[in-house]
Nanobody, 121 residues
Framework: QVQLVESGGGLAQPGGSLRLSCAASGFTFSSSDMSWARQAPGKGLEWVSGIYSDGSDTYYSDSVKGRFTISRDNAKNTVYLQMNSLKPEDTALYYC??????????????WGQGTQVTVSS
């Protein structure tokens, strides 16, 4: 069965950094495009970033572009989201997904359980 397990969330100060990881199993990870989305309490699911199966190109929402970096290690079946220059508005539950999650995040094939990121002073 497909499984996606996010980790690395926690509390960071504004301007700080966190790196999220998503460990994948149950499918051919190296053949799968991957993405990240987030959901703040009481708000809708927001697409964040996506990466081609071979890591050849990456895409970001305007709200995180220049601050976040998506990457993957196909030998480890893991996709990452490096988050720098964090802002309070980045506070959300972050999910990784198999697939692009476009045109809406709900289009992704599978989702993990999420990892909480809180940015506060």
């Amino acid at each position: 069965q497909v499984q996606l397990v996010e980790s690395g969330g926690g509390l960071a100060q504004p301007g700080g950094s966190l790196r999220l990881s998503c460990a994948a199993s149950g499918f051919t990870f190296s053949s799968s495009d991957m993405s990240w989305a987030r959901q703040a309490p009481g708000k809708g699911l927001e697409w964040v970033s996506g990466i081609y199966s071979d890591g050849s190109d990456t895409y970001y929402s305007d709200s995180v572009k220049g601050r976040f970096t998506i990457s993957r290690d196909n030998a480890k079946n893991t996709v990452y989201l490096q988050m720098n220059s964090l802002k309070p508005e980045d506070t959300a539950l972050y999910y990784c997904a198999k697939g692009w999650g476009l045109p809406t995040p709900y289009e992704a094939d599978y989702w993990g359980q999420g990892t909480q990121v809180t940015v506060s002073s």
